[in-house]
C-alpha cells in the first residue's frame, strides 16, 4: 500500500491537539481508529501534509453511563467495544445493535463510532440509532467547547458542521424517556459485510394505554446526509400503534425518502425497502417499549 508523504504528529493533550490543528489549517487531518482515512490515503483521494492522531491524548477512549446524564461515548471508543460493554447493551442496545453490524471485526476492533460519524456517509450504520436516540456531537478548538445536535450535524456526503479547528471529542446521548423502545433494521446485498443498502432507526415512547406520545424515525442511504422522517413522525404522534397504524408509517416514510440507483440497490427498490424496514423497525419499538415480545 504506497501513501502520500506526511508528516506524523501524536499530541499529548487536547491542548496540544487544538494548537497544531490551529496551527497546519487546511493540510491537517485527524486520526481516530484510522479504518475509513487510510483506505483514502491509500487510494491518494487525501493528500495531507499533516497526520494528526488522537490515541495518546488521555480521556478519549472514555465510555461512561449514568442514569441521569446518559451514555457518553469518547472519540476514540472502538466499535466493538460498543458491541461488548454491558451498560450500552442494557441501556442503548440498538447502539450495540448498530455498532456490530459495521463492517467485519477487524474493523470493529479498530474502527471508532466517532470516526463512522464523521465520515458523514449517508449509509453509516451508527448514525440512525444514535439520531432517534437525540444524540450530540462535543467539540473542543481553540476557541473553547460546544456541542452539536446530531440532527444538524451532517451538511452533505461527506461534510459535518465541524469547522476547521475543531476536534469531536464524545458523543453524548441522553437517557431514553420511560415507556420507550428503540429499533435499528438494515438490509445490504452481503449481509454484515456490506455497506447498508437501506437503514432505519425509530424511537418510540407510548403511554399506558399504547398510544404514541413521542416518535423519531431516521432513514439512511436514501438521501445525500442520513434523513430525519419527520411527517412520519408527526403522523404516528397520538394514535393508537395497531397494524394498520404502522402499515401507513411505513408507506408514508417511503415517500419522505429520496434515493438514487448505484451499485448497491435500485432507487426503487430502496423506496420499497424503507417501507418495509420502517415497519420492522415500528413493530420492535412498539414491543421494546411496552415489554412485549416481537
Known sequence: MSLPKFTYLAPDSLEEACQLLANHQGTIKIKAGGTDLMVRLAQHALKPAYLMALGKIPGLAEVSYTPTAGLKLGAMALLAEVVNNPAIQEHYPMLARAANATATVQIRNMGTVMGNVCNASPSADNI?????HGASIK????NGEREIPLSEFF??????????????TAILVPPLPASSGVSYQKISRRSKV??????????LQLDADGTCQQARICLGAVGPTPLQATKTAAFLQGKALHSETIEEAGELAAGEASPISDVRASKEYRKLMVA?????????????????KS
Open 128 to 132: 440512525p440509532s444514535l439520531m432517534v
Open 276 to 292: 418495509v424496514l420502517t415497519k420492522r423497525a415500528l413493530s420492535e419499538a412498539c414491543h421494546l417499549a411496552t415489554g412485549t
Open 139 to 142: 467539540t473542543i478548538s481553540a
Open 194 to 203: 456490506d455497506i447498508a443498502a437501506v437503514n432505519v432507526a425509530a424511537m
Open 155 to 168: 451538511l452533505g456526503p461527506g461534510r459535518t458542521a465541524l469547522e476547521s479547528g475543531e476536534i469531536a
